[in-house]
């Protein structure tokens, strides 16, 4: 049994404090405009989303599409043709080569694979450079 002072005793899913609805009163509330966003992925398949009313530079420039999961956009373009960076996102990889040459790298190898042989983790014979 609820409290008679609990937050949720004659409200229904969905209602947003400030809106006077209620099955108490049988007052509907006043309804937030919303506006419905068509998105396009490159497979050709629509996604609607409905969302509330928003200026346009807060509308999402990208959806994910409902039946294949790949990147919908509002012109159905690519997403790769909205990107404004020249690098876009970069794997760990990528980062990590932007920091060390490649005399770097296989420095810090030898050194890990001396410490695994010093350790007893791998034999000598295994990994020698030859």
Avoid at 14 to 41: A, F, H, I, Q, W
Avoid at 86 to 92: D, I, L, S, V, W
Avoid at 120 to 125: I, K, Q
Wanted: hydrophobic share 30%; aromatic share 4%; charged share 30%.
């Amino acid at each position: 049994m609820l409290h008679p002072s609990s937050g949720f005793r004659g409200t229904r899913a969905g209602v947003t404090e400030g809106t006077g609805s209620s099955l108490e009163n049988g007052d509907p509330g006043k309804s937030v405009p919303r506006m419905r966003v068509t998105y396009t992925c490159a497979s050709g398949h629509l996604t609607q989303p409905v969302f509330c009313e928003l200026p346009e530079d807060q509308i999402p420039a990208e959806w994910e599409c409902r039946r294949c999961g790949g990147a919908a956009t509002r012109d159905g373009l690519p997403p790769e043709a909205h990107s404004t960076t020249e690098e876009g996102y970069k794997t760990h990889l990528e980062y990590v080569k932007e920091r060390r040459s490649g005399e770097d790298a296989e420095a810090v190898l030898a050194g890990a694979l001396e410490r695994l042989r010093a350790r007893g983790v791998l034999p000598d014979e295994l990994l020698r450079d030859t």
